[in-house]
């Protein structure tokens, strides 16, 4: 009788490790998922405000075409990207755009910036950009 009685202890502790590493690989799970959806949140944040930062300089560009050098160059270009950015995170639930920057390169004007540690970049065609 206590060989049946240690048999059924035994399965029970199995039983019971078993549900203990099930529990642990479901919560495990869980924060994988949830770390998984916040990155795709947050790059599709910083995907809508580099946008937003591209398209405020694409207003001003079409108003100064021939000064698309000096446009990405000037800090109130700058600064407005930076606010149509940061405006644009924070719709979407994020805070503290970095390094905005706007380059005039080839023949397209570039806005990149860093959100919630993610690179993002966008930009439009310039051929006022593109070498003399």
Known sequence: ??????????????????LAIAAAAVIGL???QERIVMGVRAQRA????????????ADLYA????????????P????????AAEELAHENGYRGVEQVQLMCTGKR???RLVLS??????GFSAAECSPP
Request: no cysteine.
């Open 30 to 32: 869980h924060g994988a």
């Open 109 to 111: 004007i570039e806005a």
């Open 1 to 18: 009788m206590d060989s049946v009685i240690e048999e059924g202890g035994q399965a029970a502790l199995a039983v019971v490790l078993a």
């Open 76 to 83: 109130r270009v700058v600064e407005t990207a930076r606010v």
């Open 117 to 122: 540690g993610y690179a993002h970049h966008a």
């Open 46 to 57: 910083g995907e809508a405000a580099v946008e937003a930062a591209a398209q405020s300089v």
């Open 63 to 74: 108003a100064r075409r021939s000064a698309a050098r000096d446009l990405v160059l000037d």
